[in-house]
């Protein structure tokens, strides 16, 4: 086992060993979540090396100047300013999702108009339009971070793998009974699952185009799923009220998270897949032990449905967005915002999002 190479990642915090096993090429990270701007690096450094037999003298220098790198990101100032940078005739009938590849160069839409179109960010440019869904596409994904994949979820049922570079599509997922409204890979870029109105999820392996497992267990909808960083767990959020924790492996349930009065409407793991948090048109957001499945806290004080739900990289602080324009963060900070920016359509959901309006154009913010 030898290493080839070290990554460096902003975000979360952390260096990626690229290393050759057996004669087959693997990576392994290691998070520094708890890496601040006082820390003492070196320090660090000699602690990492204790417990990782690829860091070696030889190359002790250029972890420690990796993490000082790191470390001045973190005192980067995060006085940003915003301005509106393009405006992009994207499609003929509305959008219904966008995504940025990893590092922004390049960003998909989605649309009802049947296709999904790969744009060049800093230029405008129209690079390829994926065509060959019959029906609205829906949901869409870079294979992040790589990069190098999309895939498109549909209202005609399938889910098709494409080439960023080509445009050409690899598979053509079949197996759904009704629409395809969520998908996600895992952080590995070996498995796309798929989220359905016919209640059910799938796991698909990438190369193959074959299905894995299919995740049967809902009683409604399921319109929200995420992999966990390792890639061995996946969540799917229901209008059944539930939230279901999977073993990607063996596609067994794990765990069914009961407690919200309200349809589901995001659920995530946080980066280091200890806590799962969960938002629901109940009003609530909940924090839940990813392991064990049990209850840990109700966030309470939107008064209107709850839309999106996320961790910062650390896990310690929550943000939740709510149809009553208040974003609040930790929950403890609140600020009042401005006016909701549409990001999903509600053809199917308006029980989910009936005040956004529907956009043909694509806007782009420049960040200062």
């Known amino acids: 086992m030898g290493l080839r190479r070290l990554l460096l990642r902003y975000f979360p915090p952390g260096i990626i060993l690229e290393y050759v096993e057996g004669g087959e090429s693997k990576t392994r990270p290691i998070d520094l979540l708890d890496l601040k701007p006082d820390t003492d690096v070196t320090a660090l450094v000699e602690e990492i090396q204790k417990g990782e037999p690829l860091i070696t003298a030889t190359c002790v220098e250029h972890v420690i100047l990796l993490v000082r790198r790191l470390q001045q990101k973190l005192v980067e100032k995060e006085n940003h300013k915003f301005s509106l940078f393009k405006v992009l005739r994207t499609h003929l009938l509305p959008l219904t999702n966008v995504a940025f590849n990893k590092s922004g160069s390049r960003f998909i839409t989605g649309s009802y108009d049947r296709t999904c179109k790969l744009w060049d960010t800093a230029s405008g440019e129209e690079l390829h339009t994926l065509e060959g869904h019959k029906n609205v596409v829906y949901a869409i994904a870079f294979n992040n971070p790589y990069g190098d994949k999309i895939a498109t979820g549909s209202f005609d049922k399938t889910c098709k793998l494409w ?8 598979h053509t ?5 009704a629409e395809i409204v969520c998908l996600s890979f895992n952080l590995q870029s070996t498995l796309v699952a798929t989220g359905s109105m016919d209640s059910t999820a799938k796991l698909w392996d990438i190369e193959k185009g074959e299905e894995v497992a299919t995740l049967r267990g809902h009683s409604a909808e399921i319109i929200a799923l995420s992999f966990n960083t390792i890639g061995d767990k996946i969540i799917t959020g229901s209008f059944d009220h539930t939230v279901a924790v999977w073993d990607v492996g063996t596609g067994r349930r794990l765990h069914t998270l009961i407690g919200h009065r309200g349809e589901i409407s995001s659920a995530q793991f946080n980066w280091d897949c200890s806590l799962i948090v969960t ?28 839309l999106d739900v996320c961790f910062d990289y650390t896990g310690q602080r929550i943000a939740t967005a709510s149809a009553d324009e208040v974003f609040q963060e930790n929950p403890f900070l609140v600020r009042k915002g401005s006016q909701a920016f549409p990001n999903r359509v509600q053809i199917l959901f308006n029980r989910l999002y ?7 154009d694509c806007l782009l913010f420049l960040l200062k």
Do not use: Q
């Not at 080439?163 to 690899?170: A, D, I, L, W």
């Not at 997922?173 to 009974?177: A, Q």
């Open 354 to 360: 009936p005040w956004r309006k529907l956009y043909e």
């Open 279 to 306: 938002g629901s048109m109940d009003k609530t957001c909940m924090l839940w032990n990813a392991v064990t499945g049990t209850h840990l806290a109700t966030l309470a004080g939107h008064r209107d449905e709850i």
């Open 173 to 177: 997922f079949r197996g759904h009974s």
């Open 163 to 170: 080439s960023t570079e080509t445009g050409k599509c690899y």
